[in-house]
């Protein structure tokens, strides 16, 4: 039978999460949702130096936010020190290991040896040879040690990797580097072989950066007895000019755009298409379908390209996706944060606001901007946009214009968007002066802009007594202009 699939996201709590950190997660997590499988959260906070506080609860928040939810965990390696070290005792007594008792200035003068004569860098394996009285003797005395792994000299360690295929790397070109260290902690290959078989981990899911540590648990597991799990390493990610991922391209820790106002899902899709392709042009999925079509074999063995800009057309796309309802409740904290809106807003307010956002969705790409977006909505204009005074304010007939649209308006007993451009157009034609004139004069009155939503549809949810007073201002502007 076969066993059911699990992956792990295995983060090191050293910062903030990055982008490629939540990739691998996200493409660990599809994984096993696509194959009914578990989903796991282990912490790899075995290196004290490096530790960052505050950083597991931001790549929980990361996962939460996503949507990555795990089945068990999470699991702190800092609490299961004992297993790494009946895995340490168990490789030393079948001679994969052994005690190195080099002091670091030892260490270090052979680093310096080893670059003056251009001789290849690594342990020289000095205490791998050491008799059994030697090693006795030298833990009585206390000195302290560490446990190495003793690689083969000559060979070859091969593994198949799910996105990559056949990989290989000689022996001789691997050191005999550090499984456990003096203060009794793992380092990093120890722990996480021993935890994958432990937590039965079925596939690895992890970045290409990782992919030369891969034929040291190779070994480690070959060392154990036990079989390793698929390995698949997922294709790094590059900015626009294929350099390194960093600052220049936007940002790289994942919590700063949830802060910037994307949406989940518009970042699950963008996340998505760095590494997994489904094999067409196809770019828009729902969570939904990349879980029912993700598949290791659609994984990229190629550079991820990140663009920003992209990222910020699916949130576009996901914002006009959402329900009027949804996204009212998105944006409404923002409005509240700007203090455009209560705190505690009327139903009246909230209808308002709702009119007002649903006319300016089309426009929106990140859920702040509707601060900007929508201000005149509800501030009194203190400024009209100095081009369109240049241009419709400062005619003659502007002032008459708007006083007559003003009146029209006021007559009106349905404020509907028929009638308001019936009368706008009506007005116009009384005075003479071309529809346009009249369409962006109104416009600027209402809004002080000359951009925005239609300009009918904006009327409509402004309100007579806004428009109104906003015409006779405007009016008043113009003439005294
Ligand atoms: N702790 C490693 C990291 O921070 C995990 C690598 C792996 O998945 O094996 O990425």
């Known amino acids: 039978m076969n066993k059911s699939v699990r992956t792990r996201f295995a983060p090191s709590p050293t910062g903030s999460p990055h982008i490629g950190n939540i990739r691998t997660a996200l493409f660990a997590w599809l994984y096993a949702r696509h194959h009914n499988g578990q989903f796991l959260l282990r912490i790899e906070d075995t290196d004290r130096n490096r530790f960052v506080e505050g950083s597991v609860e931001q790549i929980m928040r990361a996962c939460q936010w996503l949507g990555l939810d795990w089945d068990e965990g999470p699991f702190y390696q800092s609490e299961r020190l004992p297993l790494y070290t009946q895995a340490a005792d168990q490789l030393i007594a079948s001679g994969h290991a052994y005690k190195c008792f080099c002091s670091s200035e030892r260490l270090d003068a052979m680093r310096q040896k080893q670059e003056a004569e251009g001789t290849p860098s690594g342990y020289d394996r000095h205490c791998r040879n050491l008799s059994a009285d030697e090693v006795a003797k030298l833990e009585e005395s206390g000195a302290p040690c560490v446990v190495r792994f003793a690689m083969p000299d000559e060979g070859v360690t091969s593994f198949t990797d799910a996105i990559r295929g056949e990989v290989s790397f000689e022996n001789r070109l691997l050191d005999d580097f550090v499984m456990l260290k003096s203060d009794g902690y793992p380092t990093y290959h120890l722990a996480s072989i021993v935890d994958d078989h432990d937590m039965e981990i079925t596939h690895v899911i992890r970045g290409e950066e990782w992919i030369s540590s891969t034929p040291r648990h190779v070994l480690l597991y070959e060392g154990m007895g036990w079989q390793h799990p698929v390995f698949a390493h997922l294709p790094i990610i590059l900015g626009s000019d294929r350099k390194k991922l960093s600052k220049r391209h936007g940002s790289v820790q994942f919590v700063d755009y949830i802060d910037q106002g994307y949406l989940p899902e518009a970042m699950f899709n963008f996340l998505t298409m760095l590494g997994w392709s489904p094999g067409d042009d196809r770019e828009e999925f729902s969570t939904e379908e990349i879980v029912s079509m993700f598949d290791l074999d659609k994984v990229t063995d190629h550079a991820a390209i ?89 005619k003659p007939e502007s002032a008459p214009l708007l006083k007559l649209i003003s009146s029209k308006l006021q007559a009106l007993t349905d404020f509907t968007v028929p009638s308001i451009e019936a009368e706008v157009r009506a007005a116009a034609e009384e005075l003479g002066v071309g529809a346009g004139q009249a369409i962006h004069t109104t416009r600027l009155a209402v809004s002080g802009r000359l951009v925005g939503p239609g300009l009918f549809e904006m009327i409509e949810v402004l309100g007579i007594e806004r428009v109104v007073a906003r015409l006779e201002k405007a009016a008043e502007f113009a003439q005294a202009g």
């Open 306 to 394: 990140f663009d920003g800009q992209k990222l910020l057309w699916y949130n576009g796309l996901a914002i006009r996706k959402k329900p009027l309802h949804e996204l009212a409740a998105l944006c409404v904290p923002h409005l509240q944060a700007a203090g455009l809106l209560s705190a505690e807003p009327s139903e009246s307010d909230l209808a308002y606001a709702q009119s007002v956002i649903a006319l300016e969705a089309e426009r929106l790409k990140l859920l702040p901007e509707i601060v900007e977006l929508t201000r005149f909505f509800f501030e009194e204009i203190s400024e009209y946009d100095s081009k369109g005074t240049k241009k419709w304010l400062s």
